[in-house]
């Protein structure tokens, strides 16, 4: 009786999600080059930067390299102490359209990254915010093409997900995961079409907003506090009736989140717990519902589940190898990514461990700050 009823709830589970998934195939944009749009707003491209200087330079160089010409880069240098804003001037090289911005102090009652975007939209000119974090990695035509779709669009908010630069073990059993969530559990025309919030996601390290609806939502003032601040400004865009878009950065906006496992841990989890609306009970129900989906039908197959337990795990393996093709990982890539989902909902369940230990001793800590 349990191995039927585990059978029919993890099946009926896996086959919503691979639903969602080849529904969100032909609907879910990705970026396109573009050529520089004639005419567009005023553009301001905000990057808050803390301790960077392992990429800051390269991120300012593919800046400058844009075919989009006129736009302002601000910079706000956020108490590094390796150097960041050095390394901004010299990739800037003088440029008049680049200024580096020194942090202020940051107030009881804000975090580190939200007082930071909120200096520098304080600061910036533009009629377009665009909200960068300093990682991300931009082909030449990226800004044409964000400009192109916010204008197709007519996005209030367009948000999007960096093609994931993973060429470690750590980094690639894990950070594909969270491009997996969002094409299979979250159905994207009605994030487009609804002012439902149950709808609404965002990705920090790359948010365009129309400086109007920034400032109708209250801007990072009104996310001070919050350690999922991209998924609370989303929200706060439907709650007003504005429109929110989302796209695939389809390699014209790449990010490398983190360098090796350590950083891969404790990066994913000062966020998990605030992913689950702050509650250590529903991060362990979601693992257990993980395991189930991912994990145990291996384990059913090992002790003879037979075709049944087959069946389970095939319809995981199709659902993920299909997500990471359509997001840009390769035939064969996605295919061994999806044979190790297994050790990858393994080593989140670690991470959620980390969060869950930092819940109870005052974390968690990221740069050397308690968030």
């Given at each position: 009786m349990f191995l039927t009823f585990y059978a029919g709830f993890?099946?009926?589970?896996?086959?919503?999600?691979?639903?969602?998934?080849?529904?969100?195939?032909?609907?879910?944009?990705?970026?396109?080059?573009?050529?520089?749009?004639?005419?567009?707003?005023?553009?301001?491209?905000?990057?808050?930067?803390?301790?960077?200087?392992?990429?800051?330079?390269?991120?300012?160089?593919?800046?400058?390299?844009?075919?989009?010409?006129?736009?302002?880069?601000?910079?706000?240098?956020?108490?590094?102490?390796?150097?960041?804003?050095?390394?901004?001037?010299?990739?800037?090289?003088?440029?008049?359209?680049?200024?580096?911005?020194?942090?202020?102090?940051?107030?009881?009652?804000?975090?580190?990254?939200?007082?930071a975007c909120h200096q520098l939209s304080q600061a910036a000119t533009g009629d377009l915010l665009l909200f960068l974090d300093a990682d991300v990695q931009l082909a030449p035509t990226a800004v044409a093409a964000l400009l192109t779709l916010q204008t197709q669009t007519r996005a209030d908010l367009l948000t999007i997900w960096p093609s994931q630069i993973t060429p470690t073990w750590a980094e690639r059993l894990v950070v594909p995961?969270?491009?997996?969530?969002?094409?299979?559990?979250?159905?994207?025309?009605?994030?487009?079409?609804?002012?439902?919030?149950?709808f609404a996601a965002a990705n920090g390290q790359c948010l365009l907003f129309r400086r109007l609806a920034y400032t109708k939502i209250g801007g990072h003032t009104a996310v001070r506090d919050q350690i999922i601040e991209d998924v609370m400004l989303a929200k706060a865009i439907k709650r007003a009736k504005l429109r929110l878009r989302m796209a695939d950065g389809h390699q014209l906006v790449a990010c490398r989140m983190y360098t090796n496992w350590p950083t891969v841990r404790d990066g994913l989890a000062k966020n998990i717990i605030a992913g689950h609306g702050r509650s250590v009970a529903l991060l362990f129900a979601s693992t257990l519902f993980h395991w189930a989906l991912f994990i145990g039908p291996w384990l059913w197959l090992l002790l003879g589940g037979g075709r049944w337990a087959a069946l389970l795990i095939s319809l995981a393996l199709l659902n993920r190898w299909l997500v990471g093709v359509r997001l840009g990982r390769g035939l064969l890539g996605s295919f061994l990514e999806s044979l190790f989902t297994p050790l990858s909902v393994l080593l989140f369940t670690r991470i959620a461990a980390q969060a869950t230990h930092w819940h109870f001793t005052g974390g968690p800590f990221w740069k050397g700050r308690r968030l």
């Open positions: 993890v099946g009926t589970a896996l086959l919503i999600l691979l639903l969602t998934s080849l529904l969100n195939w032909p609907f879910f944009p990705s970026l396109e080059p573009a050529p520089p749009p004639p005419s567009s707003p005023t553009l301001s491209i905000l990057i808050p930067a803390r301790n960077e200087a392992a990429v800051i330079f390269q991120t300012i160089t593919a800046v400058l390299s844009q075919t989009v010409t006129h736009w302002e880069l601000l910079v706000l240098d956020d108490g590094s102490t390796d150097g960041t804003a050095e390394l901004v001037r010299q990739a800037s090289q003088g440029d008049p359209r680049v200024r580096v911005l020194t942090g202020s102090p940051l107030p009881q009652g804000w975090l580190g990254k939200n007082w995961l969270i491009s997996f969530v969002i094409f299979s559990y979250l159905p994207i025309l009605p994030v487009h079409y609804t002012n439902s919030v149950s």
